[in-house]
């Protein structure tokens, strides 16, 4: 029997490669060659911390791209040498959410390199997965698959940033430019945002942000958030403000930066309780939306990509092999390191290097 690896999780601090055997594809199943799989703040986040939504033993990665390489039966919507990247729940179809569009939160759902859901489901670092057929999104040939591995993350941000009643034109506030924030900025640049402000701690994804298409960079380390984006809008709060973080108190700052009848998207995983008057969102008739993953947007990410509206290149600070894939998960512990994506190649080792930067 054929042997492939797999990066296995196996608690905070613990990763380590196995030999596993390579799965065939059922009846409505491919089977998928994985090129890349990039590092999510999710993954990193079990690499520190014991979770219940990651039960070791489990492989984590879900922000994948590959090549089909077996088809089972039944399939026809794609062929082998297809391009890939995947859509991470694996959902029932029949449940209320699963026919009313919402299969991101389908109850019966197992997602890919995690244990939300019905049981615990393996995820991507590893050289080949099994997969039906329905989760995987086909990417034109025109895109390399390293932009392919980023669609997952890229749709996050892209949700987000069309959430709710955006219109083009709009100023829109983006708390922390960590990942997900840059994709949000890329994404709102796309859609035609008029005025994007930005806001973090770190300089240097400040700058990025700039780079990527935010007109206004807010430090809040040295400067009050809602004053700054009061003063880049005559005193009227922006239109939108997209909270992309998880410190408890960018959704006071959030309330307060967004004008009167205006939305604030919550996509940032704040995990503790906060207090807030109910009348600062009532009393100005504020919309506080969730943008929880998403579900077909990421097709028109892909599109969006491949019609070259936006480039993800920037976005790609480190590539390391499989062999050395604890190496980059150890690399973004680092505080204050300057990493944005990093991303495994499953057969880098077969290059010779360990990690290379772009
Ligand atoms: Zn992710
Ligand atoms: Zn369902």
Same mark, same amino acid.
């Given at each position: 029997m054929k042997k492939m690896k797999a990066m296995v999780y196996y608690g905070p601090g613990r990763l380590e490669l196995e030999d596993w055997e390579i799965p065939h594809p059922k009846q409505g199943e491919v089977r998928v060659k994985i090129s890349y799989c990039a590092v999510c703040g999710s993954d990193l986040g079990a690499y520190k911390n014991a979770s219940d939504r990651f039960r070791p033993p489990i492989v984590l990665g879900h922000e994948f791209s590959g090549v089909v390489d077996e088809i089972g039966e039944g399939v026809d919507s794609l062929h082998i040498g297809q391009h890939v990247c995947g859509n991470p729940p694996i959902y029932c179809g029949t449940c209320w959410y699963c026919t009313h569009g919402h299969y991101n939160i389908c109850p019966n759902r197992l997602s890919l390199g995690n244990s939300v859901g019905v049981d615990k489901c393996n995820g991507t670092f590893r050289e080949y997965i099994v997969l039906p057929a329905y989760t995987l999104v086909p990417l034109p040939d025109s895109m390399d698959l390293l932009s392919g591995s980023?669609?997952?993350?890229?749709?996050?941000?892209?949700?987000?940033?069309?959430?709710? !009643?955006?219109?083009? $034109?709009?100023?829109?506030?983006?708390?922390?430019?960590?990942?997900?924030?840059?994709?949000?900025?890329?994404?709102?640049?796309?859609?035609?945002?008029?005025?994007?402000?930005?806001?973090?701690?770190?300089?240097?994804?400040?700058?990025?942000?700039?780079?990527?298409?935010?007109?206004?960079?807010?430090?809040?380390?040295?400067?009050?958030?809602?004053? !700054?984006?009061?003063?880049?809008?005559?005193?009227?709060?922006?239109?939108?403000?997209?909270?992309?973080?998880?410190?408890?108190?960018?959704?006071?700052?959030? @309330?307060?930066?967004?004008?009167?009848?205006?939305?604030?998207?919550?996509?940032? /995983? @704040?995990?503790?309780?906060?207090?807030?008057?109910?009348?600062?969102?009532?009393?100005?008739?504020?919309?506080?939306?969730?943008?929880?993953?998403?579900?077909? &947007?990421?097709?028109?990410?892909?599109?969006?990509?491949?019609?070259?509206?936006?480039?993800?290149?920037? /976005?790609?600070?480190?590539?390391?092999?499989?062999?050395? $894939?604890?190496?980059?998960?150890?690399?973004?512990?680092?505080?204050?390191?300057?990493?944005?994506?990093?991303?495994?190649?499953?057969?880098? &080792?077969?290059?010779? &290097?360990?990690?290379?930067?772009?």
């Open positions: 980023l669609m997952e993350p890229l749709a996050v941000g892209y949700h987000a940033a069309k959430n709710g !009643a955006f219109q083009p $034109g709009e100023t829109v506030t983006v708390i922390g430019t960590g990942p997900i924030g840059l994709m949000t900025v890329l994404s709102l640049k796309a859609q035609g945002a008029g005025h994007i402000i930005c806001s973090d701690l770190s300089e240097a994804r400040l700058r990025l942000a700039g780079r990527l298409g935010a007109d206004t960079l807010v430090n809040i380390g040295e400067q009050d958030l809602v004053e !700054a984006v009061k003063k880049a809008t005559n005193g009227l709060g922006s239109d939108r403000t997209i909270i992309c973080t998880d410190a408890p108190s960018s959704f006071y700052q959030a @309330i307060h930066a967004t004008r009167s009848c205006g939305d604030v998207i919550l996509v940032g /995983m @704040i995990q503790s309780k906060i207090e807030f008057c109910p009348m600062d969102i009532f009393g100005r008739d504020i919309n506080i939306i969730s943008s929880y993953t998403f579900t077909d &947007e990421i097709y028109e990410a892909v599109n969006m990509v491949a019609a070259g509206k936006i480039d993800l290149e920037p /976005m790609i600070t480190s590539i390391y092999s499989l062999e050395h $894939g604890k190496d980059a998960f150890d690399a973004l512990m680092v505080p204050g390191n300057p990493e944005v994506k990093v991303i495994i190649d499953m057969w880098g &080792e077969q290059k010779g &290097e360990e990690k290379w930067v772009r």
